[in-house]
């Protein structure tokens, strides 16, 4: 063991073998608890008095800006705690996070140097005022913030009830928070005010997922912080420190970040960063910088994070093809740290992923199929393990999260590499779960995802399967370099080309504004127009609430063809009419089909293809590009019509009712 003084901070590490090991691979895979987990947003932080004077840096100040940021994982209630005066004050609120801030305006707290704060997607208990956190105990003096769920929760609590605890709300973080106090209070047997200590010990009783923060008016100048299967990020200052669900609560301070590990504790202080295990033994971090600026998580003068994020694409679909080819047009994918000779041995790609990151991973197979000629299968995650799945050491299992903590997605995950699969896991998030608990990560650099609804991670993962696919074409030998460097070509005029539609989107608006008290609207598609179909569908569907659904445009006679009547409006994806095996006739055909039944008929079609005119009630062109590429492009006017409506609609584009953005919900 050795303490590493990281810019101030002290690091407690341990090396491994004598590594400081990057991945958690060589940890025995923990079966994380089929459970639902909160999503919500969590901030810590401790600074010194002189940073304060230097920068303005109140503890709530801190934590309200880190909690505005982290809304987006929840936001039906919020609330924080200072340290102030040798007692805890705490406000909160149900609601988004502008009602905290109403409140904290009529009843302010005292300036303070400690804190933490929290946004609540609820899972236990309704979104009130009193199951919003934090969560008080040892007589006040002890606050808790939580995401997760405490499985045991009932029987601890009946056992705090007969002790005589008291409980005012009805969520399972109270009861945490009241086997914290009661050990802090009478359990720690001469270790009185050793916060840590006492988390230690509670989290040695905890059952279930959770990250819990804590702060204690003995111990005025601590956050402590657990973590067992759910997210949390240390962010290191010169004089002060963070907390962070993700690294986005605390951006606007520090790009210096530790990942933590499985059932680990850290304890900050202003000048110290100590990490153990529940059971008191040093343990490690990882440091890492993060590559993004506080400016790329800002609306930019969009009316909402999705427009902005929209408007981000061509950047996003850009930095995710730079530095991974060569002059030569060879790719270099040197980040993806796995044997090549295994990869040659692949005899199956498994790609597993939920939502929208999963409709990339139907694009991907289209790609991959047709360039490495290997087998590949697009699951949904949550499907993937309950179904005894066919998986061995030559699978390759290809996961795709921009979170990286999409609980259904880890878990498929975990259970693959328990079968001994590879996994590959394209990811958004730099040092979120799933890269760590993979065998090798291919990030898409699409910069901070705010909104909700995904847009710019979509582009960027389909983006990064894109090269996947051509980088194991590449090593299998499949196809010639020469066509490796012409898609790659292609790939590189694909972000001109979206900036493009983006520009001449001004006729789509106006109809997406016209169609606002629409009831239902159809998206069909073929080939890689399919997963765009169902994408267009799942983004109205989101952020609009209307009804909405995606087909294979060549099911339509064997069902959803009834579905068509007067006036009902049909989004339709038309394939390039170019090529010798083009679908695009027989995606014509089925246009007259459904006009003829009275659909109006809204289509998205290649420029150049004016047969489509006369079949359409309005065209939109997209810019010429190969067929397998053509969902960078084709996607991004369905989005811009989904936000466009929504908005019209005068509803909250960025966080739609009932959804979070991380889903750790299993
Ligand atoms: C839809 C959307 C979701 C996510 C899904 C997976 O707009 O964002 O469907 O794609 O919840 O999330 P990640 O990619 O974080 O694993």
């Known amino acids: ?124 208990g309704g979104p009130t005022d009193q199951n919003a956190h934090p969560h008080l105990a040892d007589g006040g003096r002890l606050a808790m913030i939580h995401n997760g769920i405490i499985e045991n929760f009932a029987e601890l609590k009946q056992e705090l009830l007969e002790k005589g605890v008291t409980f005012t709300s009805e969520t399972d973080t109270e009861v945490a928070a009241a086997l914290l106090g009661d050990i802090f209070r009478n359990q720690l047997n001469g270790e009185s005010s050793n916060l840590t200590k006492a988390m230690q010990l509670a989290c040695q009783r905890l059952e279930g997922a959770f990250t819990l923060l804590a702060v204690h008016a003995d111990q005025p100048d601590v956050v402590v912080a657990a973590r067992r299967n759910s997210p949390l990020v240390v962010g290191l200052g010169e004089g002060e420190n963070f907390l962070g669900s993700d ?208 847009t710019k991670a979509f582009l960027a993962q389909i983006t990064a399967a894109y090269l996947l696919g051509l980088y194991l074409a590449q090593l299998r030998g499949n196809i010639f370099s020469g066509q490796i460097k012409d898609v790659l070509a292609d790939l590189g005029k694909v972000p001109a080309k979206i900036q493009e539609i983006l520009d001449g989107a001004g006729p789509l608006r106006e109809l997406a504004r016209s169609m606002k008290d629409e009831k239902s609207v159809l998206f069909l598609g073929r080939h890689v127009g399919f997963p765009v ?59 007259q089909e459904i006009r003829a039944r009275g659909a109006r008929t809204l289509v998205i079609a290649e420029e150049g293809d004016e047969t489509v005119r006369a079949y359409a009630e309005h065209v939109f062109y997209v810019p010429q590009t190969p067929t397998l590429l053509m969902p960078l492009l084709t996607t991004v006017p369905l989005q811009i019509f989904a936000a466009e409506l929504a908005k019209a609609k005068g509803y909250d584009v960025d966080q739609p009712r009932n959804l979070a953005k991380s889903v750790t919900v299993e």
């Open 1 to 124: 063991m050795s303490m590493l003084s990281i810019g101030g901070s002290a690091l407690l590490l341990v090396p491994r073998n004598g590594l400081f090991v990057e991945r958690d691979i060589l940890r025995p895979i923990r079966r994380a608890p089929a459970t639902l987990v909160g999503m919500c947003g969590i901030v810590g932080y401790v600074g010194n008095s002189s940073r304060r004077a230097d920068a303005g840096h109140s503890a709530l100040d801190v934590v309200l800006e880190g909690l505005r940021r982290l809304e987006y994982r929840g936001y039906d209630s919020a609330g924080v705690a200072v340290v102030a005066d040798g007692t805890i004050a705490a406000r909160k609120k149900s609601g988004k996070l502008t009602n905290l801030l109403a409140e904290l305006e009529s009843d302010p707290l005292p300036t303070s140097l400690t804190g933490i704060g929290h946004t609540r997607w609820a899972t236990h």
């Open 247 to 454: 690294v986005s609560g605390f951006i606007d301070h520090t790009r210096r970040a530790v990942e933590l590990g499985q059932d680990q504790i850290v304890t900050i202080t202003a000048d110290s960063v100590e990490i153990t295990d529940f059971f008191g033994a040093p343990a490690q971090g990882k440091e890492y910088h993060v590559d993004w600026d506080p400016a790329s998580a800002e609306k930019g003068g969009f009316s909402s994070f999705m427009e902005k994020e929209i408007h981000d694409q061509p950047d996003a679909v850009a930095q995710t093809l730079l530095g991974r080819s060569d002059l030569n047009g060879q790719l270099t994918l040197s980040e993806l740290r796995i044997d090549p000779e295994l990869l040659k041995k692949v005899d199956k790609i498994i790609v597993l992923a939920c939502g929208t990151a999963a409709y990339a991973g139907l694009v991907a197979k289209y790609a991959i199929e047709n360039w490495c000629r290997i087998p590949t299968e697009v699951e949904l995650a949550h499907e993937f393990r309950y179904r005894d799945p066919i998986v061995d050491a030559k699978t390759l299992v290809v996961s795709i999260s921009q979170s990286g903590e999409t609980m259904d997605t880890l878990m498929a995950v975990r259970y693959a590499r328990e079968q001994g699969a590879k996994t590959i896991s394209i990811c958004n998030t730099n040092g979120s779960t799933i890269p760590r608990e993979s065998d090798a990560v291919l990030y898409t650099h699409a910069g901070p995802e705010i909104a909700v609804a995904s």
């Open 533 to 591: 179909a169902l994408e267009g569908a799942l983004k109205l569907k989101e952020i609009a609430y209307i009804h909405a659904e995606g087909f294979a445009a060549g099911e339509l006679k064997h069902g959803p063809i009834a579905l068509i009547d007067e006036g009902q409006p049909v989004f339709v994806v038309v394939p390039s009419p170019r090529g010798r095996d083009s679908l695009h006739a027989k995606v014509v055909s089925n246009i």
